[in-house]
């Protein structure tokens, strides 16, 4: 992971891998989440119902492939967008997730997170993933 000029979007995919959400403290409190996962959108407004969101999603300790980051300026600001793919085990089951952030920053702090997410892939549809690539 590769640091990025805004610390906060640092502190964010470090509290993903870790699973540290709940203490994470990189979103100004009139922060905005849109995300959109399969068959749903939803919107979080401020720091706490965005963290509330992502406990949710970043339960368990994972780790990224795939990754990648493309620095962006939008709204005066350093932005980024930042895609992975995301492996954790939930309750002894492998899964992994594909995500793309949009992040938006202003003093030190994400201000805009727009997400696209694939879904979330139990070992069983992995499987079924790795099979029909081959």
């Known amino acids: 992971m590769s640091p990025s000029p805004a610390p906060a979007i ?3 995919l470090n509290a993903i891998q870790t ?3 709940p203490a ?3 979103w100004s409190a009139d922060a905005t989440l849109d995300a959109t996962v399969p068959n749903w959108r939803l ?18 300790p994972g780790q990224f492939g795939e990754f990648r980051r493309y620095p ?3 709204d ?3 932005s980024e967008i930042v895609e ?3 492996s954790w085990t939930e309750n002894g089951v492998p899964h992994a997730a594909h995500h793309m952030h949009l992040l938006t920053v202003r003093d030190d702090r994400i201000v805009a997170d727009t997400v696209m997410c694939g879904g979330r892939w139990p070992a069983s549809l992995l499987a079924e993933m ?3 690539d081959a």
């Open 10 to 12: 640092d502190q964010f």
């Open 24 to 26: 994470c403290d990189a």
């Open 72 to 74: 962006v300026r939008a």
């Open 43 to 60: 919107h979080a407004s401020g720091a706490d119902a965005i963290r509330a969101e992502y406990a949710r999603w970043f339960a368990d």
């Open 19 to 21: 699973a540290t959400i």
């Open 76 to 78: 005066g600001g350093p």
């Open 130 to 132: 790795e099979a029909a």
């Open 84 to 86: 992975y793919t995301l």
